[in-house]
């Protein structure tokens, strides 16, 4: 039993190998595809790490699961296979989620795959129908993720100007295309990377920009405002946008944003649209991910009994919100947009998945 | 080459017979004519000229003025998305061409009406016995006002010199015609001037994706000092001004509208900026022919447009 914090009482506390081995062991029935299991075992690691990352991996692993599947006697035609391969994923998709809370992004694709095959059309046989929806998968990824990158990069390169100072907060595969590309282009700037524990992901983010020969500063998040006075624009990833502009990311893209609009300095988020959600949050305590309370014990073990010191709790927050005004801009595939028009694109590019 | 140079032309000949017309109108003349005496028999060789006669218009000089290449990079890349829209409506090639001819010639009157669509949605704004603050020339501006003030409503208006052209004895002098009392001051009087100010209104040049506006210099000056004193800023633009620009401070602008080399006077460097960008923060409303918009709406119409 993990020590529960009370605030967060409420969320689906870390519990690794209890959970995973004793769903494993539960079940008998052999309903999860071994692709899905394989999957699931990399998540709960943080193997696979990154919306783009899991929400890829996802589609990969459910177009095998479509691909072998096989229709029970009497439901051989496409128009029956839209109806039961639909409950075919259920159980796959909540062992997913056992192993570790799906983002935004991964929610958003499974609802367009369940509504790519409802409404699957039902003249196809079940080979074809199978295809058909390898195709839509393989093309959501191009499209939504692969695709998309590239033009974020971009736009977000065309406003990285010479003599830029550009901090980043942990890593973004998004931001660092775009770091790379302005790099390639030849604008001439300086890059600092603003890291924190317990995950320290801004190291790789800083291996790869320095890799290429870009100028770069690494700091902590407690020298923050130390360094923010030199600082001329801040470029932040997202796990998600909600309808009301606010910001689902790492843990401590607050405190960056907010220090950034306290010295007046522009928030840029880069973020794909298919990460864009219609739900509206207000703080980062209602709905949030708990990872393993044990990262957060220092590599010198001063806390290692801590389970045994009554009335000690330690949290360790995944995510957190940042505020719609403590950002600039949005770059999207479609362009640069204010963060009130997160609404505006839901509305406009999702009507079909709404129907 | 003679048919891109034929767009230029037609575009001066068009502003030279229509002194009050504007940019957008005469972009879009010019390009609805390219498109009527061109040889062009599909879509893209259709799109290829427009894209050469884009460059070729924004590459114009303006002498003594400011440059436009604002408002005609949004005339030309509305028109541009019209045409792709068009040609996905209408398979056929001669009836897409023939409806693009159509709009294109009807797009003037339509611009006309919008500035009397704007002065109509000003109108409730527009109250008995408020003092106006009006910065730099607009048209429209200017429209709001004498529309108001045919209607019946008596209030007075503070107008800017807006150095360097001096415009504001432009602005004076039309709404004085128009029998409304009329104060100028130094521009940097603006300060001094608020407090007795009710409201603020400008045009816009161009109104950015973020609903910020880029304008003459001094713009955000303006709406600094009227945000520190709490009275409504407002603009009134027309809807073909939107663009998809989105500067993220006031010097990160277009090239064509970026700060000329400075020149040398006496030994002192004088540096002139011609525009200026004011956040979408400082604005209260912008008064459109699409409605009395906030800052925030005006992504969402662009949105609507570009998609």
Known sequence: MQKKVPWFSHLPQYEREASLSAQLAERTDNDIHPEVLKLGLKLADWLIVGGNARTEAMLKAFSKVIMDYNPPKDHETGADMSRHLDTRLKPMISYLVACRPLCIGMGNAIRWLKGKIAHLPPTLSLDDAKQHLHEQMEGYVTEKIVFADRIISKHAAAKINNNDVILVYARSMAVEAAILRAHKEGTTFRVIVVDSRPKMEGKQLLDRVSAAGVAC?????????????????????????????????????????????????????????????????????????????????????????????????????????????????VITELGYLPPSSVPVVIREYRKEVTL | MAEEAEVVRNFKEWMEKNEKGAIA???????????????????????????????????MKFEGQRSKVIQLTAACELFARHVTRTALDIGDFEACKQRLIERGMRFAEQADVSRAVIAENARPFIRDGMAILVHGYSNVVCGCLQHAAKSGVRFKVIVTQGQPECVGFKTASTLQEAGIPVDMILDTAVGYVIQEVDMVLTGAAGVCESGGIINKIGTFQVAAIAKEAKKPFCVASESYKFCRLYPLSPTDLPDAEKEPTPRVEQGIKIRQPPSDFTPPSHITLLLTDIGVLTPSAVSDELIKLYY
Request: hydrophobic share 45%; with cysteine; net charge negative.
């Open chain 1, 217 to 329: 500063t690494y700091i902590m998040i407690n020298s923050l405002s130390f360094v923010m006075k030199e600082v001329t624009k801040v470029f932040l990833g997202a796990s998600a946008m909600l309808a009301n502009g606010n910001v689902i990311s790492r843990v401590g893209t607050a405190s960056v944003a907010m220090m950034a609009r306290q010295y007046k300095v522009p928030v840029l988020v880069c973020c794909e649209t298919y990460k864009f959600s219609e739900k509206v949050m207000l703080d980062s305590i209602c709905n949030n991910e708990l990872g393993d309370p044990d990262e957060l014990v220092a590599s010198n073990n001063t806390l290692a009994d801590w389970r045994d010191v009554k009335d000690m709790k330690l949290l360790n927050l995944v995510y957190d919100l940042t505020p719609a005004e403590s950002l600039t801009l």
């Open chain 2, 25 to 59: 109108v005469a972009a879009i003349h010019a390009l609805t004519t390219m498109i009527k005496n061109s040889g062009a028999s599909t879509i893209m060789e259709l799109e290829i000229l427009l894209k050469a006669a884009q460059e070729q218009l924004q590459e």
